[in-house]
């Protein structure tokens, strides 16, 4: 299978932990993005990558976020401190990006669920 | 600002029949429309897309319809199955210069197909 993987499935931590994310593209896209889903909703845009650069960050992406593609594969996103608030479906995908201003057609991984207590 | 809504919550069909799933958006900036369908405890998945220079796009029994003027698309699925019961999310994207290709997601429709 080549789809987008993503490491843990479900992650468990007591407020005031740090978490992070593993996410694996398929292997010759260029883009990953990030978003987060809550319950009874869609999900929401937190950051995307174009190769190693973090080309776009939203506002719900606090400080206490922060996302790494460091050799343009794999990626990363840690949250410290958590929050209750953070509990939620974290998702990651990916999309292959020909050209410059071309529409990308984004594949998801199965995400990670996480929990604060 | 639901710059993407999907009014129904839910729609139930009968296996056999035509499941209508609409969505309407606000923002005129959006160039590109994709449907994904979700299941519980799996990610998202791709079933089809639709450029703003198109009116319609079919794949299979999936067919997706998009009214400019109305800034409305609707997603039809011909036959039902019940293995087509799943949450459905409409998403767009306002380009890259505009939004960096991030998608915008509507709340999701829970479609339930009864044999």
């Known amino acids: 299978d080549t789809g987008v993987s993503q490491d843990p499935r479900h992650k468990i931590t007591k407020r005031g932990q740090n978490v992070t994310f593993r996410c694996d593209p398929i292997?010759?896209?260029?883009?990953l993005y990030w978003y987060r889903q809550t319950l009874g909703q869609g999900p929401e845009f937190l950051t995307y990558?174009?190769?190693?650069?973090?080309?776009?960050k939203s506002r719900l992406l606090s400080d206490r976020f922060s996302a790494e593609r460091p050799k343009g594969s794999f990626s990363t996103l840690e949250i410290q401190r958590t929050e209750q608030g953070d509990s939620a479906m974290y998702l990651c995908a990916s999309s292959l990006a020909l050209t410059s201003g071309s529409t990308d057609t984004q594949y998801f991984g199965p995400g990670t669920r996480l929990t604060v207590l | 600002d639901q710059q993407v809504k999907q009014n129904s919550p839910s729609l139930s069909v009968q296996e056999g029949r035509i499941s209508i799933l609409n969505c309407d958006y606000t923002n005129s900036m959006f160039d590109y429309f994709l449907w994904y369908k979700k299941y519980p405890a799996e990610g998202p998945t791709f079933l089809i897309s639709?450029?703003?220079?198109?009116d319609k796009n079919e794949d299979g029994r999936f067919t997706v319809f998009l009214n400019k003027s109305a800034k409305h698309l609707s997603l039809h699925i011909v036959p039902s199955q019940p293995g087509d019961s799943a949450v459905y999310f409409c998403a767009a994207s306002a380009g890259e210069e505009t939004s960096g290709s991030r998608l915008t997601f509507g709340e999701g429709t829970q479609l339930t197909v009864n044999p």
């Open positions: 990558f174009q190769n190693e650069a973090q080309l776009e």
């Open positions: 292997s010759e896209h260029n883009r």
């Open positions: 639709i450029s703003s220079i198109k």
